[in-house]
């Protein structure tokens, strides 16, 4: 596409913002009371940001002007962070993770592939040359280790000549004799056809007869081919099958593909051009005019200095860097309102030290008044509000210098800094350490696309019916794109988006959970750091030698992120009663040394620490779910993925999907089986061999039976112990309570309640 098509493209996304943006400012004026009407509002403004961002990443990902890009960039970080507020919002409401939006696609008419959150491509494309170091510099250490053999799965064997000479030699007396055996079987067959001839006597044919028969059975197979073409055409007519064309190579595609890789290059040297422009305007700036504007800035500083203490009678102090340094100096303000927001600081200041002598001061004998208080709440402050966004003034911002306005910014203050337990190492140094131990591990490279899983089309009518749906493989992969990916890209989005330090995935064994760790890493460039308990067995022992471990791993991870700390099998490090086969293992070393861990987490640390469990409900819950922000429940896939499964996982092993191949009946009976089961029964059936073999003997469903014969699927009683085991956490109780009617201010009314009534029941008896 040309550069006019993807500046009408950014233009259409100003647009929609520009009125998503006006909505949202009503609203925040007169928000609705009603739950429904409430995420109705949030779940519109969710999905046209959705499609905002869609928009917005094409154009960035391909436009060529870099003035142009940096606008755009602005935006579409800002739009990404409301995404993940709003998300925010209708997870406290509605106290789920999962929400479904068919009814306001089918408003919006937009299809569910609309939904779909996309990967930025900037995430990997601003630092390829990074990673491609990264990579390097592991492989070394890996080899230098001797660890990098490890990876090799078939390991190449040396065969004497002479061997090989005779193995070739008895395929090929081999082969001659098969060749030979149905030669000689043909032979024997046509011998004794003739045989049986005479026996019986030879009967002549009447040439019309035999002319009639042949004609019949011409007839029924061109008829019979006919109708099966105009079958094909009929369901490719109302879309049942794809077209042939489609099916087919495209070379329009790859055409595309060539263009955006050329449009890459083109965008890399301007970018190159535009830096340079800016130096070279700088320094000549600086040349010509230096000299005049530092005497004329140093002018206006004295200046300022002189009103100040005209005003006041004494000369201020310096700006500090951390305060502005003299930007402040000259901004808009005039010296009168910089001396009033002075003297405004000093009363918060002495304000502020009252307060803190008043609540000293006051003592247990006030609780009572305090819970008398958050009873008598007026109807205003009980009214539903909407929190305020930190990327709203962002996008505002973006959109202003859109239409040519702008504004200025605010600076984030600095956080103190951490002790350093290794100030003498250096980062190298730590990273080899940690490779050398196995802490630190080359992720696969696995997309989360590749993470297959159709979207779910009944949600909101079975909720409508007081139902609970359980939650799609698509609505999985989104969420592991908002908590995951799209904070671990951006820095700015994680610095000012709800915060989400910990996930905890959590299903049955075969749905995806160590898949979806590394489609993290993939994704985002992150490094990975692996802390299960079989992982750090006997590494770094005793106290000191564990505090040391997270120190390293921890500062590497922060030095070096974005990072994704993987524990798998935590349940382990949460056990209610240690296994005796596993006490020497130790599992719960971490367990008390994990919440301090996220504590010393930061905003600016674009660290990620994720849990996996396929046996959550043998761990302590409330440790658990203490340490774990975040709990996604992945299920086993529905009938509508394995369809999706079965027939993408079949085309891309070599197989070849014809009217033969029934996958409807395969996604049928393999009801109860994971995903990873079905991939591996694909695996088994899908050789070499097998897919060479496709011309003579088409593939059939009966093909793969066998092998899910052999497997365990999960059953009811299974996944029923994970519902109940989810419906402990914080947020399945409160989704409960939901259901039922009940609030948790009102289980604490009704305790109080009982009480007063006991009380009451007492009083009266005396």
């Known amino acids: ?122 995430f990997l494309k601003e630092k390829m040359e990074m990673l491609k170091e990264r990579e390097k510099i592991l492989t070394t250490i890996l080899s230098h280790a001797g660890l990098e053999t490890l990876m090799v799965k078939f390991p190449m064997k040396v065969m004497p000549l002479e061997e090989a000479v005779k193995l070739i030699q008895i395929a090929e007396r081999a082969r001659q004799g098969r060749l030979r055996a149905v030669f000689m079987k043909q032979i024997y067959q046509q011998d004794f056809r003739e045989k049986q001839a005479r026996l019986h006597g030879e009967k002549i044919q009447d040439m019309g007869v035999a002319a009639i028969r042949i004609q019949k059975l011409w007839r029924a197979f061109y008829q019979f081919r006919k109708t099966l073409k105009e079958k094909e055409e009929e369901m490719i007519f109302l879309g049942m099958n794809p077209s042939p064309q489609i099916q087919s190579f495209n070379s329009t595609l790859l055409n595309a593909q060539k263009v955006n890789f050329q449009r890459y290059q083109v965008q890399e040297k301007h970018e190159v051009e535009y830096k340079e422009a800016l130096i070279n305007i700088k320094s000549s700036l600086k040349r010509l005019e230096g000299a005049d504007i530092k005497e004329s800035l140093q002018d206006q500083i004295r200046h300022w200095f002189i009103e100040c203490r005209n005003m006041t009678g004494y000369f201020p102090e310096y700006p500090t860097e951390e305060d502005g340094g003299s930007a402040i100096i000259f901004s808009e303000k005039t010296p009168e309102q910089i001396i009033e927001d002075i003297i405004a600081r000093e009363v918060e200041e002495e304000e502020k030290k009252k307060k803190k002598e008043a609540e000293e001061r006051k003592g247990k004998k006030k609780k009572e008044k305090v819970e008398k208080k958050e009873t008598k709440k007026t109807e205003e402050d009980e009214k ?272 070849k999907i014809t009217n033969s191949l029934n996958i409807s009946c395969l996604s049928k009976i393999t009801d109860g089986f994971t995903q990873g089961q079905i991939i591996q029964v694909i695996k088994n059936v899908l050789t070499d061999r097998r897919v060479r073999q496709q011309r003579q003997k088409v593939l059939t469903a009966m093909e793969f039976i066998a092998g899910l014969a052999r497997l365990e699927p999960v059953y009811k009683e299974e996944e029923e112990s994970f519902k109940t085991w989810y419906s402990k956490t914080p947020l399945g109780k409160k989704r409960a309570n939901a259901l039922s009617g009940i609030d948790d201010k009102d289980k604490g009314k009704g305790k109080n309640a009982k009480g007063k009534e006991k009380e009451k029941k007492g009083k009266r008896a005396k």
Not at 64 to 84: E, N, S
Not at 558 to 577: C, M, N
Not at 645 to 655: C, D, E, F
Request: net charge positive; proline share 6%; aromatic share 8%.
């Open 384 to 655: 539903w509000k909407m929190s305020p966004s930190l990327f709203i003034p962002d996008m505002e911002e973006g959109n202003n210098k859109y239409k040519g306005e702008y504004k200025k910014g605010k600076r984030g203050k600095k956080g103190k800094k951490e002790k350093d337990l290794t100030p003498h190492r250096s980062v190298d140094s730590l990273y080899k350490e940690l490779v050398e131990e196995g802490l630190l591990i080359r992720p696969l490279k696995v997309h989360l696309s590749e993470y297959i899983g159709e979207f779910c089309y009944l949600g909101t009518t079975l909720r409508h019916i007081a139902i609970e749906p359980m939650p799609s493989l698509s609505d999985v992969r989104q969420l592991i794109t908002l908590y995951g990916i799209l904070p671990l890209g951006s820095q700015s989005v994680h610095e000012k988006a709800p915060l989400v330090k910990t996930l905890l995935l959590t299903g049955p064994s075969g749905v995806g959970k160590k898949m979806l760790v590394h489609a993290i890493c993939t994704e985002t460039g992150a490094n990975l750091f692996d802390l299960s308990p079989s992982k750090i067995t006997g590494k770094y022992p005793g106290k000191t030698g564990l505090q040391m471990m997270l120190h390293l791993v921890m500062k590497v991870a922060r030095l070096l992120q974005p990072s994704v700390v993987w524990i798998g099998d935590t349940e382990k490090t949460f056990y209610k009663k240690v296994p005796k086969n596993e006490k020497e293992m130790d599992p719960k070393r971490l367990k008390k040394h994990l919440p301090k861990i996220i504590k010393m987490m930061k905003a600016e640390d674009r660290v990620l620490i994720v849990g996996t469990s396929k046996r959550p409900f043998e761990a302590d819950i409330k440790p658990l779910c203490k340490v774990y922000q975040k709990i996604i429940m992945i299920p086993r896939p529905d009938y509508a993925s394995r369809f999706v499964l079965w027939k993408q996982v079949i085309q891309q092993a070599g197989g």
């Open 1 to 122: 596409m040309s550069n006019a098509t993807y500046n009408k493209m950014w233009e259409e996304a100003q647009d929609a913002l520009n009125s998503v943006l006006e909505g949202e400012s009503e609203k925040a004026l007169e928000p609705p009371q009603d739950q429904v009407v409430i995420f109705q509002m949030l779940a519109t403004f969710y999905v046209k940001y959705v499609q905002i961002f869609r928009n917005l990443e094409n154009a960035y990902d391909q436009m060529v002007h870099p003035q142009k890009r940096i606008l755009v960039r602005q935006v579409l970080d800002a739009v990404m962070g409301r995404i993940l507020e709003l998300k925010n919002e209708m997870v406290e409401l509605e106290f789920s993770e999962f929400h479904y939006f068919d009814d306001i696609l089918q408003d919006l008419k937009l299809a569910p592939e609309q939904l779909d959150i996309p990967i930025p491509k900037y």
